[in-house]
Nanobody, 122 residues
Framework: QVQLVESGGGSVQAGGSLRLSCVAS????????MGWYRQAPGKERELVAT???????NYADSVKGRFTISRDNAMNTVSLQMNSLKPDDTAVYYC????????????????WGQGTQVTVSS
């Protein structure tokens, strides 16, 4: 089983910055893509950014140019640098990892962190 542990959430004023980190630990074959999702009160969970094992990235339009996702494959960590934060970025941020089921197949399952709160005040 894999465990994802996030850190780095907090409160900041609009225009400020925060950096989220997530580390995957436990017993697993391989971590494929990793990413961050967020869920604001009363809203569905939405994708923020993802990064493949080859470091190809994908961002939600709302965060492009402000957020940067990165990963360390050797350490099984993923980070999210968030700059120019806006009140609309307020949400619980969840780390996600797609974990390979076997060495050779393309099957994978989702692992989630417990979430970390990000609050941006105006």
């Amino acid at each position: 089983q894999v465990q994802l542990v996030e850190s780095g959430g907090g409160s900041v004023q609009a225009g400020g910055s925060l950096r989220l980190s997530c580390v995957a630990s436990g017993s697993f074959i391989r971590v494929n893509s990793m990413g961050w999702y967020r869920q604001a009160p009363g809203k569905e969970r939405e994708l923020v950014a993802t990064i493949s094992s080859g470091r190809s990235t994908n961002y939600a339009d709302s965060v492009k140019g402000r957020f940067t996702i990165s990963r360390d494959n050797a350490m099984n960590t993923v980070s999210l640098q968030m700059n120019s934060l806006k009140p609309d970025d307020t949400a619980v941020y969840y780390c996600n990892a797609k974990i390979a089921v076997t060495v050779t197949s393309s099957l994978e399952y989702d692992a989630w962190g417990q979430g970390t709160q990000v609050t941006v005040s105006s």
